[in-house]
């Protein structure tokens, strides 16, 4: 079995960044490093540029930043790239929706290479707020919740432009951290620029439903859509939305949303078949997990292949560590 269809996931509890951080930070930084060299070092943001970024948007982050830098003993070069300001491009698929019926529950299925898929779920403490979330560039977010019940999931959005601004991972861990609503997190979204296009479903303890759609050099668009696949609008004809099926999954979940038999049971177990369940690993577009988040209970599964489950709640969060079969 290659390394194509086997991966592994693990689940780390760590208040604060320390020896857990630093130790996936070591074994992981070389690839990071070939990303942020791929189109030459040149062309990303000298560290000052970096900096004052990252206190002119996210301010209440900077000393976060900064004591991963000093906790990494990093070179000048790893501390541009832990600001993921302006870094280099890359594209994921996913299928992410909010039931909201009687439990509003968010749903996401995570497509990308398995070769690049962090494969960590952390809890933590960075500031006051109690974050549980399935973790990408380092310290950032591609879907996860906070002790508030502010759940959050990131789509591709499709889009080939880019433009200066943030990777969406570390924005939305700026949310996770300071947003306790999704109004909170909406204003966040608007403010602070994202490099690329992507699609952001928010849901709240109090059943607000967001998705909002961002897009270089455009007007942030704030809809009350309960999904988002890696298209805007309702159609939009890209390359990348033909390649991944994106409306094709946009109509199936409508169809299980607007399904008057459907339950939340039946609709969380919709993503683990086609057409959101995706295959395609050898092209970067395969379902890595389903994350579930319910933000009345504080509580989230993960999903794999073959019955493999993971339960973790703010109540009580267990270190684990799982080999997921992907073939």
Known sequence: MNYYTQKRYHAVA????????????????????????????????????????????????????????????????????????????????CSQAVWTRYTPTLVRNYDYAPEFCEGRIMKTRWHDTRVIASTDCLWGVLDGMNEHGLSVSLAFAGQESVTEGFAMPIILRYVLEFCSTVDEAVKVLCRVPSHMAYNITLLDAYGQVRTVELTPFCAPGITYKPLAVNHQGDFDLTNYAMFSRSYERQQFIMARLNDPLSSVESFVNSFEFNPLYAHNYAQGFGTLYTAIYNPQLRAMEYRWPKGVRMYQSFAFFEEAEVWVDLS
């Open 14 to 93: 760590e208040a604060y960044p320390d020896k857990q951080w630093l130790t996936h930070y070591h074994a992981t930084i070389p690839a990071y490093r070939r990303w942020f060299a791929s189109e030459g070092e040149l062309k990303r943001p000298a560290l000052q540029q970096c900096r004052e970024a990252m206190q002119t948007y996210m301010p209440e982050m900077v000393p976060l930043w900064e004591h991963l830098i000093e906790l990494g003993n990093v070179a000048e070069n790893d501390a541009r790239l832990l600001s993921f300001y302006c870094p280099a491009t890359y594209h994921s698929g």
